[in-house]
């Protein structure tokens, strides 16, 4: 799987759009971006995932860059509830290939 | 839907003595794994299984730990002798994988250890 890199932490006031990049510049084109999150003392949580066009859920949106070296998800208005480690992974679908490799991930904290 | 379960949600042991974490997955869903998440650190895979088989072990201790899914449902996760590193967090997860598509992983809410 490619490796990402992602910004240690950021701060978002309360109730605005909260942005968090990844960089994967080595991503191949079978390759998934994956975002979950982890709120304190829970297990990760999949919040939304795609592989070249952009995406929207419920929970937020994921922006692919054409070249598909660096994705940004965005949370459209923050709340305190989403203070969290943000994780965003890299990987091919399909059967034996469901591992998820984390990183260290962003701490992304919302502030009042 | 019922989530992914775990137990117990905390254990603390002395070094060298053994302990055992149980899973029990979302219904119907084929592929479950354990992660180990030590404090500051991203999850870590230890094991996946697909049913009642092993996908992926490579990053499983297997001197110290062990790990079956009996009848491709609940899981358990054992260690013995257990040391001071393997205080960490253990995560159950699993996922419904269909074709070629991409799965999505439900976590359960982790064992926290504490080896003394």
């Known amino acids: 799987d490619a490796k990402t890199t992602q910004p240690t932490s950021m701060d978002c006031a309360e109730g605005r759009a909260a942005n968090l990049p990844c960089n994967h510049s080595t991503i191949s084109g079978n390759e998934y971006v994956y975002w979950y999150r982890q709120i304190h003392s829970q297990g990760p949580q999949y919040i939304i995932h795609?592989?070249?066009n952009n995406e929207t859920n419920e929970m937020a949106s994921l922006i692919i860059t054409e070249d598909r070296k660096s994705s940004t998800l965005i949370l459209p208005h923050a709340t305190l509830r989403d203070t969290a480690v943000y994780y965003c992974i890299v990987r091919v679908a399909g059967f034996g290939n469901e591992k998820l490799t984390f990183g260290t991930g962003t701490r992304l904290t919302i502030i009042p | 839907e019922a989530g992914v379960a775990q137990s117990p949600r905390y254990k603390i042991i002395e070094k060298r003595q053994s302990v055992a974490f149980w899973c029990n997955p979302i219904?119907?869903?084929?592929?479950l794994y354990w992660y180990q998440q030590i404090l500051g650190q991203g999850p870590k895979l230890l094991i996946q299984f697909q049913n009642n088989g092993v996908v992926d072990d490579s990053q499983l201790p297997k001197d110290r730990f062990s790990a079956e899914r009996l009848k491709g449902v609940d899981s358990t996760l054992k260690i013995q002798p257990a040391k001071l590193e393997d205080s960490a967090v253990y995560l159950c997860?699993?996922?419904?994988?269909?074709?070629?598509?991409?799965?999505?992983?439900?976590f359960g809410p982790g064992t926290r250890l504490l080896v003394l």
């Open positions: 219904s119907g869903h084929a592929t």
């Open positions: 997860a699993s996922s419904l994988v269909v074709g070629a598509g991409p799965g999505t992983q439900y």
């Open positions: 795609g592989l070249k």
